[in-house]
């Protein structure tokens, strides 16, 4: 087959559409991917719905939320310059991914659900047989998804992603434009949360892979490796 091709997905969000608070990608949710695929040695596109620069949640940067994989990537100045010059979904739209991964933080829920550049891609790459993975707010990107036939995508998967009582743990519930656990479920998914929130779940649906949180970052990254490895 080759070398497997990954696109991952991040936002250009900084702020949240009420008050001063800063958002943007959630760091961990890309690094433990990027680091799998990197070791693997697959090709890997960063792209962004406008592209150029993406933010940095700075949640994610904490001192209790970096972990030791995120640190080494940030602490790297060639990663940061890859995040500071994304592709744009436009660029990517016609080039054909063994994996499409929309990685989380709160920016993605303004920018992903709605870009129609995202839906093509993603119905394309998934009808034709490539994996779609999907994890935390990033699970917002697959809610207006239709594939040909008229469905949503995730109408009747096995589903995750983050839901409404970690919103409240993380104190932005107030500040979310809608709630992704509801309206995941009135797409007709079959939602499943871990029974503690904020603990790690990855479903997997065929091949379509979902992570529930931050902390599903690790697990997520192992779990599409392993997916990804059964293609070649």
């Given at each position: 087959?080759?070398?497997?091709?990954?696109?991952?997905?991040?936002?250009?969000?900084?702020?949240y559409a009420i008050g001063?608070?800063?958002?943007?990608l959630w760091l961990s949710e890309l690094t433990h991917l990027y680091h799998e695929a990197k070791e693997k040695g697959y090709e890997i596109t960063i792209a962004s719905p406008n592209g150029g620069n993406v933010p940095i949640d700075p949640e994610s940067l904490k001192r209790?939320?970096?972990?030791?994989?995120?640190?080494?990537?940030?602490?790297?100045?060639?990663?940061?310059?890859?995040?500071?010059?994304?592709?744009?979904?436009?660029?990517?739209?016609?080039?054909?991914?063994?994996?499409?991964?929309?990685a989380g933080g709160h920016g993605t829920m303004y920018d992903f659900p709605d870009n129609e550049t995202m839906q093509s891609i993603i119905r394309n790459q998934y009808e034709a047989g490539s994996m779609i993975g999907a994890i935390c707010h990033g699970v917002g990107g697959l809610l207006n998804v239709k594939?040909?036939?008229?469905?949503y995508l995730i109408k009747d998967k096995k589903i995750t992603g983050f839901n409404w009582f970690e919103e409240s743990l993380a104190k932005r519930k107030k500040e979310v434009p809608f709630n992704l656990e509801a309206g995941l479920i009135e797409r007709?998914?079959?939602y499943r949360k871990a029974f503690?929130?904020?603990?790690s779940n990855v479903v997997v649906d065929r091949n379509l892979i979902t992570g529930q949180n931050?902390?599903?970052?690790?697990e997520m990254a192992k779990v599409i490796m392993r997916e990804l490895g059964k293609l070649k």
């Open positions: 087959m080759g070398i497997l091709k990954i696109l991952i997905i991040v936002t250009n969000i900084n702020t001063n608070l800063e958002t943007g209790f939320t970096l972990d030791e994989v995120s640190k080494q990537y940030w602490n790297d100045m060639s990663f940061r310059a890859l995040l500071e010059n994304s592709k744009s979904l436009n660029e990517v739209e016609s080039e054909s991914f063994d994996l499409v991964y929309l594939l040909s036939n008229g469905d007709g998914s079959d503690i929130p904020m603990t931050p902390f599903s970052s690790k």
